[in-house]
């Protein structure tokens, strides 16, 4: 939704969203895949989606 990625840009502007890997996220989103469980959210860049789990977000937190 426009909201979750308004909140997921907004940690990543702050440099406080970590990827599940341990980096922190530097771009921002304009899309993403949510996983069915609702908990992570995979990034998708020029319409390529991101599927490795260290690139991923967990969204507990957000």
Same mark, same amino acid.
């Given at each position: 939704?426009? $909201?979750?990625?308004?909140?997921?840009?907004? =940690?990543?502007? #702050? *440099?406080?969203?970590?990827? =599940? *890997?341990? $980096?922190?996220?530097?771009?921002?989103?304009?899309?993403?895949?949510? =996983?069915? #469980? *609702?908990?992570?959210?995979?990034?998708?860049? $020029?319409?390529?989606?991101?599927?490795?789990?260290?690139?991923?977000?967990?969204?507990? $937190?957000?």
């Amino acid at each position: 939704s426009a $909201d979750l990625l308004a909140r997921v840009n907004a =940690r990543v502007r #702050d *440099g406080k969203l970590i990827k =599940r *890997g341990g $980096d922190v996220a530097t771009e921002t989103l304009s899309e993403g895949l949510v =996983r069915e #469980d *609702g908990l992570v959210l995979y990034p998708v860049y $020029d319409d390529i989606p991101d599927l490795l789990v260290e690139e991923s977000f967990e969204l507990k $937190d957000l």
